[in-house]
């Protein structure tokens, strides 16, 4: 974060200092992640960032149950008396290559309990098999399959990649919903990629700090996944297009991240077109953070914060 936004936050944001124990614990991960920073490319890093994520404890009282919602497989999370007709859709991240359901049934479970509701993660198409807008069209169908379940309450979560699908998913669906339509009542976004043309500042502030990711890896990733696609279009990079009229959102990130700009101008834009929208800036937090639940403090507070958000929304009257 530039130092006038870190010296003096808006009031949209919140800055969330790190602690000594914290301070240890990312230490010992920069040691272990950053040799290999900006060598996960193409296919062949599906399986070691899977890996990585079905390192996430399991949460107790958890059930998960593989299905399929409008057609588009994937996984249930229920914890043991979560509230009815209320749900959350998890997209998960993976720069639009990688990641799935299965991976991500633990880190999202831990969301589910946090809300007390039910949570599906959708395995949405990859690239570059599958380039935009196949992994927007099958989110869609989810979200959609969630509605003719008469779910009464839907709630879009996502991270990195899946966090930048969320936010298009919701303009999206926020703008066909009527009376007779389910519209969501709020998202989540970690780490959200919102501007696919790579022009956020901190790509270039926090290039050392990063210790996962470099721009040209970035670049390569993104256009297996665009294909010749336009990185400025509202489909593609939710930073660009109109946010009026969204239900509230929350947007965590850690100060250590290149996305950190992008996190920042999405909910500067969103707060200033009206939505009631904040972010949450974690400092010495590196990408992905929040999967530390149970080994940082700063996944366990946001994880908490989030859920609350979250429980908030969905316990909310309509209307």
């Not at 009815?84 to 309990?113: C, D, E, K, M, P």
């Not at 196949?134 to 839907?154: F, M, Q």
């Not at 700063?298 to 979250?310: K, S, T, W």
């Amino acid at each position: 974060m530039n130092a006038s936004v870190a010296q003096h936050p808006p009031a949209w944001s919140a800055i969330h200092p790190m602690t000594a124990e914290d301070r240890v614990a990312m230490a010992a991960v920069r040691d272990m992640v950053e040799p290999v920073k900006g060598k996960a490319q193409g296919t062949s890093a599906r399986q070691p960032f899977d890996a990585i994520m079905e390192h996430v404890p399991a949460p107790p009282h958890v059930s998960f149950q593989a299905d399929t919602v409008g057609g588009i497989p994937g996984w249930w999370c229920r914890p043991r008396y979560p509230k009815s007709g209320r749900v959350i859709l998890h997209l998960h991240g993976g720069w639009f290559n990688w990641g799935t359901a299965q991976a991500y049934r633990h880190f999202v479970g831990h969301i589910a309990v946090s809300a007390d509701a039910s949570a599906f993660i959708p395995d949405y198409r990859l690239a570059p098999e599958h380039e935009f807008p196949a992994a927007l069209t099958d989110v869609e169908a989810c979200y959609n399959g969630l509605v003719e379940r008469n779910l009464g309450r839907i709630a879009v979560v996502g991270d990195s990649a899946g966090g930048g699908l969320a936010l298009v998913l919701l303009r999206l669906v926020t703008d066909r919903t009527d009376a007779d339509r389910v519209g969501p009542v709020g998202a989540v976004a970690l780490s959200p990629v919102t501007d696919l043309t790579l022009t956020g500042k901190t790509w270039k502030t926090r290039a050392a700090a990063d210790p996962y990711f470099i721009e040209s890896q970035a670049r390569e990733l993104i256009s297996s996944y665009l294909n010749g696609a336009d990185p400025t279009a509202p489909k593609v990079s939710p930073l660009y297009g109109s946010l009026a009229g969204l239900p509230p959102v929350r947007v965590h990130v850690g100060d250590d991240e290149v996305l950190l700009d992008d996190a920042l101008r999405y909910v500067e834009r969103a707060v200033d077109a009206g939505v009631d929208a904040r972010l949450d800036v974690w400092q010495g937090m590196a990408h992905g953070f929040v999967s530390g639940v149970g080994k940082l403090a700063a996944a366990d507070q946001a994880l908490g914060e989030i859920g609350a958000f979250l429980a908030e929304r969905l316990d909310a009257a309509p209307g």
